[in-house]
């Protein structure tokens, strides 16, 4: 898989600070082979994924990144158990901070997503948002299996759950005593 001319790979670790103080915009691909969670969610990556992002303040004065990220995976239908092509687009916004109670602060806006240190690992928080955006359940949009080869129930017939209901007995007995 070739990088085209116009995107590089994003580096592995940043430091956030630096890069909000600079109003710096990272436009890059993700490298498959670093996200080990992603490839055992998805049967296949088609092509690049291709991430955007934007460090800055907002009017709060927190230091924040919005970021969107595109892609494409094959993931196995639910109904036929073969690969379905899905596009994920994603928006997402990350508070950076350095604490937890730091992140408690942020608007409801914003993911926290704190900076341990003078670097931030980059690449899981990153897998993290394309998990978050995959679909809960893939299935193709088309009839892939044909509804007649569902089945709803036990198809038993009433003569057949008699004689497979052993306390039927029972209560034929029970009729037959409360006559006398």
């Not at 070739?2 to 600070?17: C, G, M, N, Q, T």
């Not at 109904?79 to 602060?105: D, S």
């Amino acid at each position: 898989m070739s990088i085209p001319p116009s995107k590089s790979v994003l580096p592995e670790s940043i430091d956030a600070r630096k890069l909000v103080q600079r109003e710096q915009t990272f436009d890059g691909i993700l490298p498959l082979e670093s996200l080990a969670r992603l490839s055992s969610a998805v049967e296949s990556v088609d092509g690049h994924i291709c991430i955007q992002l934007q460090f800055g303040r907002n009017l709060q004065g927190h230091r924040v990144v919005s970021g969107k990220l595109q892609l494409t995976v094959d993931l196995l239908c639910q109904r036929c158990l073969k690969p379905v092509r899905e596009h994920i687009e994603a928006e997402f916004g990350w508070g950076i901070v350095w604490t937890e109670e730091q992140g408690k602060a942020l608007s409801k806006d914003l993911d926290p997503v704190i900076q341990d240190g003078d670097e931030l690992d980059l690449y899981p928080i990153l897998e993290d948002e394309i998990l978050l955006n995959l679909p809960m359940v893939a299935y193709h949009q088309e009839e892939c299996v044909s509804k007649e080869s569902f089945r709803f129930g036990d198809e038993t017939t009433a003569a057949d759950e008699q004689q497979a209901n052993p306390f039927k007995v029972l209560e034929q007995l029970k009729g037959s005593s409360g006559k006398s």
